[in-house]
């Protein structure tokens, strides 16, 4: 992480960094992946759905692939150092397959990452976020795939975690619902630049947890695999603090809120 990259992450939302883990963790990753989808890699005829997915993996392959240094220092600089908890699993894996059906899942939305008592844990729509973003303190998209243009890449609007920040400020720690949040389709930030979070194998972007992004179909010719665990935060992040040392991940929510 240099000045640019760090500046990039506060406006524009993320940042990309080709080669964070060995494109050998990817494939046996893959190869663990391709085993559990029931489907043939050499066969396109088992490859019956847009869509399948499978989660919560914590096999070596995967752990390591979130424990490397240049990761590491990634997520010192932009959550700050001794903020975030070293990932011991890479959570859900969309693997995307080409299809000329519809996925249904391609609508804008951002990460939420907590409940309240009265929150409905099989309901995802009924999950939060708020201001500090509490629960999460990065979105992260982990490659391990080559994804092309064309390979169904995640779709994300530069800049839309500021619009996301001046959306929950006056919803305070509550927050709100992905369903309040996502009712007008993230109108507020239609105007951004859509960007396609491609890259080869071992490819990493890091993200602002606000940050407003969409799966798409796929309509290349091999299928898309790609993680997107959350960083979880070690302490909460304060939007107000005496010394002004803030993280870049605090900078971006006080950027929206000026």
């Known amino acids: 992480m240099n000045d640019t ?3 990039h992450f506060i406006r524009e939302g993320f940042v990309r960094i080709d080669a964070a883990f060995p494109r050998r963790l990817a494939d046996e990753g893959r190869a ?3 085993r559990d989808t029931g489907c043939d890699p050499d066969d396109p005829s088992t490859w019956t759905r847009p869509v399948i997915r499978r989660g919560m993996y914590a096999q070596e392959p ?3 692939a979130a424990d490397t240094p240049i990761l590491h220092d990634a997520f010192d600089a932009l959550a700050g150092k001794g ?8 959570g859900t894996f969309p693997v995307r397959f080409p299809s000329a059906d519809d ?3 391609t609508g804008w939305h951002i990460d939420v ?9 099989n309901d995802f729509l009924d999950w939060r976020a708020n201001v500090t973003s509490t629960g999460r303190a990065l979105l992260m998209l982990f490659l391990f795939s080559d994804v092309g243009e064309n390979d169904a890449p995640t779709l994300i609007r530069a800049g839309s975690h500021i619009d996301v920040a001046r959306r929950l400020a006056p919803a305070g720690g509550d927050g709100l619902t992905l369903r309040e949040l996502a009712a007008d389709g993230f109108a507020a930030s239609a105007h951004r630049r859509e960007v396609f979070a491609a890259g080869e194998a071992g490819t990493v972007y890091l993200c602002h947890p606000f940050l407003v992004h ?13 993680a997107q665990p959350p960083l979880l935060p070690a302490e909460p992040f304060r939007l107000h603090r005496d010394d002004g040392d803030y ?10 809120l000026s």
Do not use: M, N, Y
């Open 214 to 226: 969409a799966a798409q179909p796929h309509r290349g010719t091999r299928p898309r695999f790609l």
């Open 5 to 7: 990259d760090i500046d």
């Open 247 to 256: 993280s870049p991940v605090e900078q971006a929510i006080r950027l929206g």
């Open 103 to 105: 996925p249904g899942d």
């Open 113 to 121: 990452s907590f409940g309240l008592p009265s929150t409905d844990p």
């Open 62 to 64: 995967f752990v390591k």
């Open 32 to 34: 663990i992946l391709w």
């Open 83 to 90: 903020c975030w908890l070293p990932p011991k699993a890479l």
